[in-house]
């Protein structure tokens, strides 16, 4: 059964600019596959401003550092900041990329984004420290020290949302692997050169049959020949799914069955391989609640026959978790 537990709000609002003095503060960016936020903190982890704007998913290297470039100094500007003020800034992606490095190798969000050195680039420009990491790993971060897995030892954080991934929290830590993408569990193949190809290059991966990103792709197949309440056109999205399952539409269902299988076959693989026992789903297909994440459960269960208790939760962070976890990072920088 799903645990909902209630959060302390994280967050401070409504300050006067005169209580901005000179001392560190920390902007957290989490770009999406839809959006890309931006969050400003101070040295006591108080979320001072906030903003969003749609995510170029165009956009090459240069061209969407240069909007993020743009986009901090303006809310460095409004809140009566400059460079000098901030400790560091933390970025999380939807991408491949080598930790140390700094260095983005591939994004299956953002295609154009790819073998390009983007910390290097925004340090030289803003004058800034800047780290970078997968989204994931950031909100298995977020989560397990503000979130759902608080005072946990191992955590294993699934993001089901446009896309697929997950952060691995192991002793405490969060394992990062050689280059930087350990828990890259979206992209495992389940039907290799089969299926849909996604944006690793790859048919067969859990991502392409089970995120939000190819769905539609998916109903629209599976609905040659036959009825549905669902408008197939091209606007058709996981909200429209929601909506028809919600109707019991019997092809929307059928599609929810389809997805709950890849996830929880994916989530039982990673139980397999780490014999970590507490899984934190995120993204925004938890907003489908029970209706999908009780099938992930059962179908689990299905396939786990050693009787041990392994706890799935939701996340408590709801969309502040990608901020939250990126201002986390600049922490490392110390």
Same mark, same amino acid.
């Given at each position: 059964?799903?645990?909902?537990?209630?959060?302390?709000?994280? $967050?401070?609002?409504?300050?006067?600019?005169?209580?901005?003095?000179?001392?560190?503060?920390?902007?957290?960016?989490?770009? @999406? $596959?839809?959006? &890309?936020?931006?969050?400003?903190?101070?040295?006591?982890?108080?979320?001072?401003?906030?903003?969003? #704007?749609?995510? =170029?998913?165009?956009?090459?290297?240069?061209?969407? !550092?240069?909007?993020?470039?743009?986009?901090?100094?303006?809310?460095?500007?409004?809140?009566?900041?400059?460079? *000098?003020?901030?400790?560091?800034?933390?970025?999380?992606? =939807?991408?491949?990329?080598?930790?140390?490095? $700094?260095?983005?190798?591939?994004? !299956?969000?953002? &295609?154009?984004?790819?073998?390009?050195?983007?910390?290097?680039?925004?340090?030289?420009?803003? +004058? /800034?420290?800047?780290?970078?990491?997968?989204?994931?790993? /950031?909100?298995?971060?977020?989560?397990?020290?503000?979130?759902?897995?608080? +005072?946990?030892?191992?955590?294993?954080? /699934?993001?089901?949302?446009?896309?697929?991934? !997950?952060?691995?929290?192991?002793?405490?830590?969060?394992?990062?692997?050689?280059? @930087?993408? *350990?828990?890259?569990?979206?992209?495992?193949?389940?039907?290799?050169?089969?299926?849909?190809?996604?944006?690793?290059?790859?048919?067969?991966?859990?991502?392409?049959?089970?995120?939000?990103?190819?769905? =539609?792709?998916?109903?629209?197949?599976?609905?040659?020949?036959?009825?549905?309440?669902?408008?197939?056109?091209?606007?058709?999205? @996981?909200?429209?799914?929601?909506?028809?399952?919600?109707?019991?539409?019997?092809?929307?269902?059928?599609?929810?069955?389809?997805?709950? #299988?890849?996830?929880?076959?994916?989530?039982?693989?990673?139980?397999?391989?780490?014999?970590?026992?507490?899984?934190?789903?995120?993204?925004?297909?938890? #907003?489908?609640?029970?209706?999908?994440?009780?099938? /992930?459960?059962?179908?689990?269960?299905?396939?786990? #026959?050693?009787?041990?208790?392994?706890?799935?939760?939701?996340?408590?962070?709801?969309?502040?978790?990608?901020?939250? @976890? *990126?201002?986390?990072?600049?922490?490392?920088?110390?």
């Amino acid at each position: 059964m799903f645990k909902i537990r209630i959060t302390v709000a994280f $967050g401070y609002f409504g300050r006067n600019r005169s209580e901005i003095t000179v001392k560190s503060y920390r902007i957290g960016i989490d770009a @999406g $596959g839809t959006k &890309v936020a931006y969050g400003l903190f101070d040295e006591d982890n108080r979320l001072l401003d906030r903003y969003q #704007h749609p995510t =170029p998913v165009e956009a090459d290297g240069p061209a969407f !550092s240069d909007l993020v470039i743009e986009s901090v100094r303006a809310m460095l500007e409004k809140n009566g900041l400059t460079p *000098a003020n901030l400790q560091g800034i933390g970025i999380c992606m =939807p991408s491949f990329i080598l930790f140390d490095q $700094g260095y983005v190798c591939m994004t !299956s969000a953002m &295609v154009n984004i790819r073998d390009f050195a983007m910390r290097d680039y925004l340090t030289a420009r803003l +004058g /800034v420290p800047v780290i970078l990491d997968n989204d994931s790993n /950031v909100a298995a971060l977020a989560e397990h020290r503000y979130g759902a897995g608080r +005072g946990s030892r191992h955590m294993v954080y /699934v993001a089901t949302s446009t896309g697929i991934g !997950s952060g691995l929290i192991l002793n405490g830590q969060l394992f990062r692997g050689s280059y @930087g993408w *350990a828990g890259e569990c979206g992209h495992m193949l389940i039907t290799p050169d089969e299926g849909l190809e996604c944006g690793c290059r790859n048919q067969g991966c859990f991502m392409s049959w089970a995120s939000g990103r190819y769905i =539609p792709q998916h109903i629209r197949r599976m609905a040659q020949g036959r009825e549905t309440s669902m408008d197939l056109g091209p606007d058709l999205d @996981g909200v429209e799914l929601l909506r028809a399952c919600k109707e019991g539409d019997p092809l929307a269902l059928e599609v929810l069955v389809q997805m709950a #299988h890849y996830i929880a076959v994916c989530v039982f693989n990673i139980y397999q391989l780490l014999n970590v026992n507490l899984f934190v789903f995120g993204g925004g297909l938890v #907003h489908f609640g029970p209706m999908l994440y009780d099938r /992930v459960q059962k179908e689990f269960d299905r396939y786990n #026959h050693i009787p041990q208790p392994v706890e799935f939760r939701f996340a408590e962070l709801k969309q502040d978790f990608g901020i939250i @976890g *990126a201002a986390e990072l600049v922490r490392e920088l110390r």
